[in-house]
């Protein structure tokens, strides 16, 4: 097949599920409602009491506001992340992600096409959420909005490459909802998203090692650092990594000859 074959599969499956979003009214207002809620309610809480002291990226002191939004953010991707792949779940059964896996395209194209549309998708999220969060007095540098962009993606890409890994291993829709729980709250609070690495380090040492090995962390410091138009290269390396690994782990997952369909008996069981 020509290479224009695979560029309109590629935009087809991005524009399907950027539609899909934007005619989803409800799953838009969700998106913003849960870090609003965040934002509004428990950083306003703590913004008298919790002021960061000076750390990169910043040069001065900061409110608790203005630390908790990169953690907000890839909050908004990790969860766009599983409910893309939740989606996946029920099209990989009987939607058209079952009628795409029996087209003569790469499934490895395939799931990262749809990784690309998840990720669109968060992007649109994101953007909806910091302007909002701007009308509430939290704002960043005008270049920031412009730099976070390509991080945007990297962090949307990898944090949608986990969910789709791990809806690979799993059949059945309500199975996945207990492990999208299972993931998603020990991988947001066990981070740097509410509280500095440091702070941690201080109360539990445990608590920041584990801190420290979760990709969930890098993510949240390169958007941190994109947000005040830099670039933080050990988060960015390890986020990298961690969207091959995973990534890997979904294209083998979906192989119907070696990964865990083949050890189930294929698709149509």
Do not use: H
């Amino acid at each position: 097949m020509s290479g224009i074959v695979y560029l309109r599969a590629f935009n087809g499956i991005i524009l399907r599920e950027v539609l899909r979003f934007l005619q989803q009214r409800e799953r838009f207002f969700s998106a913003l409602v849960r870090p609003l809620v965040w934002l509004l309610v428990f950083a306003a809480g703590f913004r008298a009491i919790l002021g960061i002291a000076i750390q990169p990226p910043y040069q001065t002191y900061i409110t608790y506001d203005v630390y908790i939004i990169p953690g907000l953010i890839a909050m908004i991707q990790l969860f766009n992340g599983m409910q893309s792949s939740l989606s996946m779940v029920y099209d990989r059964e009987m939607g058209s992600m079952r009628v795409l896996l029996t087209t003569p395209l790469p499934r490895w194209f395939l799931l990262v096409s749809k990784l690309f549309a998840g990720t669109a998708v968060s992007v649109i999220q994101v953007y909806a959420f910091l302007g909002v969060s701007a009308m509430f007095g939290t704002v960043f540098p005008a270049w920031g909005y412009v730099t976070v962009l390509p991080v945007l993606v990297l962090t949307g890409l990898m944090l949608g490459a986990l969910g789709m890994f791990l809806s690979s291993t799993i059949r059945q829709l309500e199975n996945f909802a207990g492990v999208m729980n299972f993931v998603i709250f020990p991988t947001f609070f066990l981070s740097s998203a509410l509280y500095p690495l440091w702070r941690m380090r201080e109360s539990s040492y445990l608590v920041w090692q584990i801190c420290s090995a979760n990709p969930f962390t890098y993510a949240v410091e390169a958007l941190r650092f994109g947000l005040y138009v830099k670039v933080d290269p050990l988060s960015l390396a390890i986020v990298l990594g961690a969207l091959v690994v995973f990534l890997a782990g979904a294209v083998w997952g979906y192989n119907p000859s070696r990964g865990f369909t083949a050890r189930r008996g294929g698709p149509s069981d």
